[in-house]
């Protein structure tokens, strides 16, 4: 049965210049540090949305980005921006046909979405398309989070969340050997905390129930442990094909 994917993901994205600014500048933020130091590099995104990460791509000034996605809708929303996507039906079969072909892989809030007794197989398809060195940049839910049974139930698409534990499991058994595991977070340090306004404030709120869950995270699984366990929403991760 086709579904229309839209229906959940523009309850949180619109194509507004204020929101593509917006996803911009988080999306150059955190993926600036993990991608290929070649600006020519080719770089595909799996599930590319409505091309966000591609636009903050393009604007860190790299030349050879595409993407796929399987919805109609946000492929549309991708070409009206300029973007170099097409629409994939069987986006495993198509890396497939690809070996060795990219520099980077982006797979940002993707996994997830994907049947649990097939993650293995599709990661390790991602590995086969990467070139010898290229690298593997994706997100996924925390399932350490707070928020995490939101996040994991929020799409009725999700199958599943991750700790950095299983995360790692993952990526290490798809053949990958290089991986760095982060926190990945939404709300930024303002520039000047201290100055009482709607940011500021939000960012003590967080920081505040932060701590809260940190303090939990020690008592459960005592203070070595608990202080090293990623707190923020979703996990940020780098993945490496050896040479």
């Not at 933020?29 to 791509?57: Q, T, V, Y």
């Not at 996507?85 to 690809?98: G, H, I, N, P």
Request: proline share 5%; hydrophobic share 40%.
């Amino acid at each position: 049965m086709k579904i229309d994917y839209s229906r959940v993901y523009l309850r949180f994205h619109s194509d507004t210049p204020e929101h593509i600014a917006a996803m911009g500048s988080y999306f150059s933020r955190i993926l600036a540090p993990h991608l290929p130091a070649d600006k020519s590099a080719p770089i595909f995104e799996i599930g590319c949305g409505m091309g966000f990460a591609l636009l903050a791509l393009k604007g860190l000034g790299y030349t050879n980005a595409s993407g796929c996605d399987s919805d109609e809708s946000q492929v549309r929303s991708c070409v009206a921006k300029g973007l170099n996507v097409q629409q994939t039906e069987d986006t495993q079969a198509w890396l497939a046909e690809r070996p060795n072909a990219f520099g980077a892989i982006l797979a940002l809030d993707l996994i997830e979405h994907i049947p649990v007794s097939h993650q293995l197989e599709f990661t390790h398809q991602i590995l086969r398309s990467l070139r010898p060195g290229g690298r593997l940049i994706g997100t996924v839910p925390n399932a350490n989070s707070s928020m995490a049974s939101r996040s994991r139930h929020i799409c009725f698409t999700h199958h599943s969340s991750f700790t950095e534990h299983s995360l790692d499991f993952l990526l290490f058994n798809a053949g990958f050997n290089d991986i760095t595991i982060t926190e990945v977070e939404y709300i930024t340090r303002p520039h000047n905390p201290w100055v009482p306004n709607g940011t500021s404030r939000h960012w003590w709120a967080l920081r505040f129930f932060r701590l809260w869950r940190r303090l939990q995270m020690m008592a459960e699984l005592g203070p070595a442990q608990g202080r090293n366990v990623p707190l923020s929403m979703n996990l940020l991760f780098r993945a490496i094909k050896s040479k």
